[in-house]
């Protein structure tokens, strides 16, 4: 049964085009969802307008997404996580925690568009591309960094010099001294 397609559908075509697909297909899904339409004459020039505005507004997400795109692209983040002695992370790194570490140094993207074919699970520097769009890419670097564990102990800093001058000996001895009272004993004042 041949279709005219309302909307872009991945693997089956684009926007204006009239394909063949199985009559159930078009019956139960593409026509009700109003993704497809019978094609006619009448059909063909209201699909027509219809690509003209889709157009229109893909041209203007693009370049929303290009300008993204461009303060996105070679951003270098660091990711802290813990690992073996060998460089083998004890989970994995994915896209969100990507997309997290982005957001920690205000770049929001979506964890969807980091392309990442398996979890990272070693500790390097990696090149990520984050797919806006079709056409629109960024490439990212990523670099995984181990943990300090906490049982190891950070080196204790030397000693450094106080800004203040050390106390003289009679300022040390001013110190020991009892303040003069200001307020005599109530004994006194009787006598």
């Known amino acids: 049964m041949k279709v005219l397609l309302r909307k872009n559908v991945a693997k089956l075509g684009k926007i204006g ?6 009559p159930g297909y078009a019956r139960n899904y593409l026509l009700p969802q109003g993704i497809a339409l019978k094609p006619s004459q009448a059909n063909l020039r ?25 303060l996105v692209d070679g951003k270098e983040i660091t990711i802290p996580a813990r690992a073996n002695p060998e460089g083998h992370l004890y989970g994995s790194v994915g896209p969100a925690q990507i997309a997290a570490a982005l957001a920690a140094e205000n770049v929001f993207i979506e964890p969807e568009n980091i392309v990442l074919d398996a979890p990272i699970r070693t500790i390097d520097k990696y090149d990520l591309t984050v797919r806006f769009a079709e056409t629109v890419t960024a490439t990212i670097h990523v670099w995984i960094v181990p943990i300090a564990e906490e049982d190891e102990e950070a080196p204790l800093p030397d000693a450094e010099p106080s800004d203040q001058p050390e106390p003289t000996d009679a300022q040390a001895i001013e110190s020991t001294e009892p303040a003069d009272q200001e307020n005599p004993p109530a004994d006194a004042e009787d006598a």
């Open 46 to 70: 209201t699909i027509e307008i219809e690509k003209q505005r889709y157009l229109e507004q893909l041209a203007k997400e693009q370049s929303e997404l290009a300008a993204r795109a461009t």
């Open 17 to 22: 085009d009239v394909i063949e697909v199985t």
